[in-house]
């Protein structure tokens, strides 16, 4: 069974730093793609910022200039270096794969735990 553990939450002061990492474990036979999701209190989780097989990024517009998504696929993890950070950056960040188990299955998505990430004013 595939597992996907978050790292590196906490509570920061606006306009600092942080970085999330992501470990993925268990048997994956290909990754479609990886990414980070974030809920806030009261609201729907949304995506943060993907990355595919071939490595292109994308962001949301709130976090682009800010974030900064990265993958190791030699050592199954993923990172989210965030920089600037807000105060309505305050959310659980989830981390997301969509993968294959073995050759011939539908891809599945599976997800972390999460992460709490709070920014202070």
């Known amino acids: 069974q595939v597992q996907l553990v978050e790292s590196g939450g906490g509570l920061v002061q606006a306009g600092g730093t942080l970085r999330l990492s992501c470990t993925v474990s268990g048997t994956i036979f290909s990754i479609n793609l990886m990414g980070w999701y974030r809920q806030a209190p009261g609201k729907q989780r949304e995506p943060v910022a993907l990355v595919t097989s071939d490595d292109t990024k994308r962001y949301s517009n709130s976090v682009k200039g800010r974030f900064i998504i990265s993958r190791d696929n030699a050592r199954n993890t993923m990172a989210l270096e965030m920089s600037s950070l807000q105060p309505e950056d305050t959310a659980v960040y989830y981390c997301?794969?969509?993968?294959?188990?073995?050759?011939?299955?539908?891809?599945?998505?599976?997800w972390g735990q999460g992460t709490q990430v709070t920014v202070s004013s």
């Open positions: 997301n794969l969509i993968g294959k188990g073995a050759p011939g299955h539908l891809p599945e998505s599976f």
